[in-house]
């Protein structure tokens, strides 16, 4: 009976001993479960979607901050070994996430880093195996080029994405059909165009759900007045154009600074097709004159770069004068902001 007590006792002890060693081994069991961390792949998952939703009245720069450690944690989790059916939901998560740095990049003027992130965005979209996902990417990347002088680059992106889209309605397939219009009315393709807007009008208007909410991911009717306003005025159909844009000014309840000033830039660039070069002109500065400085430069300063250089008139940011005076009339309440 000693001698059991005494075995028992030293067994106890010899057990304290060693438990160290013990949770370590759970440790490395509990690692080996859950490789990839249940809890940062979910997490990552409900930042894309939070992420998603757009400016909502703040600047990129500050969206850019807000992300900035959500991409930390992203890189590093993605250097972690995951289980198949993980990694390829933590890619199309990377994809997503990639995608819309791409976008603020964009807007802010950074066209190599934009195309850098949207080429990093296409690799995860491609590993995911998300033909919409990679479809997305694709549009959006177009945009790049559409936006900063490359309409031929655009189209070419543009067609791919209303390929990897494929036949099915969806708001990854209407963005690639509207990018594409723009693309095609933008270099010369006025036929092709035309051809687009019936195609992105037909999808349109079978969207609903996710695929037509509005966020940068879906393909809202907001979003979509927006792309038929460009798409026209590069048709040079005015009157359709004008309807756009009082549509998307209808629909853009929220704080955007930025898309007010890019539907007034078509109106200016409509006002100069109609035979006034001069209210463009002074429209065009007002608008620009009047956003705020976080907002002077990449996308809007790029529309209207092109608009100087195709109505000749002194840019904004060049003249000596301060301010200009705000048109009046029909279209003054495309300014506000």
């Known amino acids: 009976m000693k001698r059991r007590k005494l075995f028992t006792l030293a067994a106890a002890t010899a057990g304290f001993a060693v438990l160290p060693g013990i949770a370590q081994a759970r440790e490395g069991i509990e690692t080996g479960l859950d490789a990839g961390g249940a809890g940062d792949l979910a997490y990552l998952e409900g930042a894309f979607e939070r992420h998603r939703g757009g400016y909502n009245g703040r600047a990129p720069d500050a969206v850019l901050g807000e992300m900035r450690e959500d991409l930390a944690l992203l890189a590093a989790v993605l250097r972690r070994p995951h289980p198949a059916r993980d990694r390829t939901d933590l890619a199309r998560t990377a994809a997503g996430i990639s995608g819309l740095v791409a976008i603020v990049q ?23 195996g998300d033909r919409r996902m990679t479809a997305w990417v694709l549009g959006r990347h177009a945009m790049v080029g559409l936006n900063y002088g490359a309409p031929g680059q655009a189209a070419r992106i543009a067609a791919q994405a209303r390929r990897e889209a494929g036949g099915r309605p969806s708001g990854a397939a209407a963005l690639a059909a509207a990018v594409n219009a723009r693309a095609l009315a933008a270099v010369g393709d006025l036929a092709g165009a035309r051809r687009a807007v019936d195609d992105v009008r037909t999808l349109a208007e079978q969207l609903d759900g996710p695929e037509s909410a509005d966020t940068w991911f879906g393909y809202p009717a907001q979003k979509h007045a927006v792309h038929l306003s460009q798409a026209y005025t590069l048709l040079g159909d005015t009157r359709a154009a004008y309807r756009a844009q009082d549509d998307a000014l209808a629909l853009t309840t929220s704080p955007s600074v930025m898309t007010r000033a890019l539907i007034a830039m078509d109106t200016a660039a409509c006002l100069r097709v109609d035979g006034d070069p001069g209210a463009a002109a002074a429209m065009a500065a007002a608008v620009y004159n009047r956003l705020p400085p976080a907002y002077r430069t990449g996308l809007v300063h790029s529309r209207a770069q092109l608009l100087h250089e195709a109505a000749h008139f002194v840019p904004p940011w060049r003249s000596r004068r301060d301010r200009h005076p705000f048109p009046r009339g029909d279209h003054e309440d495309r300014c506000g902001q």
Not at 108 to 119: I, K, L, S
Request: glycine share 4%; proline share 0%.
């Open 106 to 128: 964009h807007d802010r003027g950074d066209q190599a880093d934009a195309h850098r992130w949207f080429a990093t965005a296409e690799k995860a979209a491609r590993e995911s």
